[in-house]
């Protein structure tokens, strides 16, 4: 059994021969049912990275193995990006048909499911997201956090066991940010989907197993959330900062309150402050 859904090793892309490589010595490796957030400023090497894991780009140097295939091998091209599903940004780019089912159908054909297969496959997957009434609306008149459950079920559908979310929710308001993000780690959690979730919201990355953080191409910090959050020095020269829950929490702790480290989450920060209150009211 293949422990690893994607293993990196020491790649580096570069769109120009000439050019400074976009992403430089990357290593890493995607365990299955892991939830791993990448995190970077603007023109970090995300992208690039995203599209490097499901063979969308080539490495100009090492190698991008997903499910032990090489994406530098052409013959394993549709495999590869049936096996690793990718969610955009713009939730308006991915959806192309004129009924929500039909966009969930769009990548079977090119796999060779049979037609009749399609309905109850489709069913499910838009199931999976909460969006089976939608079925057979029109995706223009869905919210941004809807189109991009409905990108998300594409992808299920494909029964890809690993998607790359890049910045699914950076065009998305609040709500919508909070629907995609929990339907994700249900299917996470429940479904044992794998998960790449690349992200510029601290708190967001706060909930993953694992971080990644990248700058100037390079995984330059790596960790679980807490330990990387632990090193807001770093964070600052990558032009990044400590989710803002962790800022307060150790603001607080600098004036003298009795606060833990690795404050991470909003919930984190109540159960410290009922800790804080409880002790208080006890002298
Ligand atoms: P991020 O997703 O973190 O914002 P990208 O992977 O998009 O970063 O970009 C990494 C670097 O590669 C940046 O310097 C960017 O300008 C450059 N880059 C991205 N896409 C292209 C492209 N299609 N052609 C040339 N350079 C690119
Ligand atoms: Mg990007």
Redesign the pocket.
Same mark, same amino acid.
């Given at each position: 059994m293949l422990k690893n859904l994607i293993e990196i090793e020491n790649v580096s892309f570069s769109?120009?021969e000439e050019g400074?490589p976009?992403?430089k010595n990357v290593s890493l490796s995607i365990p299955k049912g892991a939830f791993y957030a990448v995190l !970077?400023?603007?023109? #970090?090497?995300? #992208?690039?990275?995203a599209k490097l894991m499901n063979g969308l780009y080539k490495p100009s140097s090492g190698t991008v193995k997903v499910y032990g295939m090489d994406t530098a091998d052409d013959d394993k091209t549709w495999e590869i990006r049936q096996r690793a599903g990718m969610v955009f940004q713009n939730p308006d780019n991915q959806l192309v048909a004129t009924v929500v089912k039909d966009d969930v159908a769009f990548g079977l054909e090119n796999i060779g499911v049979p037609t009749e297969d399609m309905p109850a496959r489709i069913e499910q997957a838009l199931r999976d997201v909460g969006m089976q009434e939608f079925a057979d609306r029109s995706p223009h008149h869905l919210s941004g956090g809807q189109k991009q459950r409905v990108a998300i079920a594409g992808a299920l559908a494909m029964q890809s066991d690993i998607i790359i979310f890049?910045?699914a929710t950076a065009m998305l308001d609040p709500r919508g940010r909070q629907e995609v993000f929990s339907v994700v780690q249900q299917l996470n959690r429940n479904r044992g989907l794998t998960v790449v979730w690349?992200t510029h919201y601290m708190e967001e990355a706060a909930l993953a197993d694992r971080v990644f953080v990248?700058h100037r !191409?390079e995984v330059v910090l790596e960790g679980t959330p807490s330990e990387v959050f632990s090193h807001a020095d770093i964070l600052k020269k990558c032009k990044l900062r400590q989710p803002p829950v962790t800022e307060i929490a150790e603001n607080l702790r600098e004036k003298g309150f009795d606060i833990s480290s690795g404050v991470l989450t909003a919930e984190d920060m109540v159960r410290e402050v009922k800790r804080l209150c409880a002790s208080s009211w006890k002298k």
């Open positions: 769109y120009e400074e976009a992403v !970077g400023q603007n023109g #970090s090497g995300k #992208s690039t990275l890049d910045e690349i990248m !191409g």
